[in-house]
């Protein structure tokens, strides 16, 4: 069945970095475009980024523009998350999520559960 | 970017039918972009519920339908169930120069 296991989350200072990997099985990872989605406390879902299933196409919500990079390595079916010049704002619980671009739309079909990031001083 | 607006909260009592509306623009739904449906129960990730304006995954009753005409979409539960009590997204996507997904404010579902 398919899987998807966020880590890497934490409490870090505002300025400071870090890098949130999600772990992908049952299914072949290479083949599907990957998603992040945040939820900070008690606020609803936000678009963060997509890459897709090859690298080739990396895009990122304009609220992490410039500060947010995403990478996958196809042969350990993994994501990453790379933050940086994090910021209060930033505080959420983020989510890996699969988007399958083989059904109508092109919906994320699959999410992980989550790990917090926690932005303060 | 823009965001999809939904009413903050519907309610109804068990075996009623409430409907969650998803307000977009030209832009995005009014584009012809489609619109795809999550369900996210208490202190658990969200769960695709439909997709493609009108499309249920496998394993969805068919309580829940989506539909969508104009800048619009709208869900609906028929027959509320107490396990229906949730919150729910609408997401679509932004035409424009570059790739960008837009997700609904969400709705609490309350059953009374």
């Known amino acids: ?121 | 970017q823009s965001v999809l607006t939904q009413p903050p909260s519907v309610s109804g009592a068990p075996g009623q039918r409430v409907t969650i509306s998803c307000t977009g623009s030209s832009s995005n739904i009014g584009a012809g972009r489609h619109v795809h449906w999550y369900q996210q129960l208490p202190g658990t990730a969200p769960k695709l519920l439909i997709f493609g304006n009108t499309n249920r995954p496998s394993g969805v009753p068919d309580r829940f339908s989506g539909s969508q005409s104009g800048t619009s979409a709208s869900l609906a539960i028929t027959g509320l169930q107490a396990e229906d009590e949730a919150d729910y997204y609408c997401q679509s996507y932004e035409s424009g120069l570059t790739v960008s997904y837009v997700f609904g404010t969400g709705t609490k579902v309350t059953v009374l």
């Open chain 1, 1 to 121: 069945q398919v899987q998807l296991v966020e880590s890497g989350g934490g409490v870090v200072q505002p300025g400071t970095s870090l890098r949130l990997s999600c772990a992908a099985s049952g299914f072949t990872f290479s083949r599907y475009a990957m998603q992040w989605v945040r939820q900070a406390p008690g606020k609803g879902l936000e678009w963060v980024a997509v890459i897709w299933y090859d690298g080739s196409g990396k895009y990122f919500a304009d609220s992490v523009k410039g500060r947010f990079t995403v990478s996958r390595d196809n042969s350990k079916n993994t994501l990453h998350l790379h933050m940086s010049s994090l910021r209060a704002e930033d505080t959420a619980l983020y989510y890996c999520a699969r988007e399958n671009f083989g059904i109508s739309g092109y919906p994320f079909d699959y999410w992980g559960q989550g790990t917090l990031v926690t932005v303060a001083s």
